[in-house]
């Protein structure tokens, strides 16, 4: 994977790692944190990590809608 934002590639797969270490960290840490959520939803481990995932798939939907609504030819200001 080539990613030219950490400069050379060796750099750049040390940052995935620890970027993917951490995040299965956290994700491990989640099922041990006790919860005192409003609803019965709010105590399932991983939901606030679903729902988040999800709204973000929905939001680039939406977008890409309003993108395919209001889209303009090319040339249209000229």
Do not use: Q, W
Not at 5 to 29: D, P
Not at 44 to 64: D, H, K, Q
């Amino acid at each position: 994977m080539k990613i030219k934002f950490f400069g050379n590639s060796k750099r750049a797969n040390g940052f995935l790692k620890a970027f993917y270490a951490v995040l299965a960290l956290l994700i491990f840490a989640d099922f041990f944190i006790l919860r005192h959520g409003d609803l019965k939803l709010e105590n399932i481990p991983l939901f606030f990590t679903i729902f988040g995932f999800i709204s973000c798939l929905c939001l680039i939907l939406v977008a890409g809608i309003i993108n395919f609504i209001i889209k303009k030819d090319e040339n249209y200001y000229d």
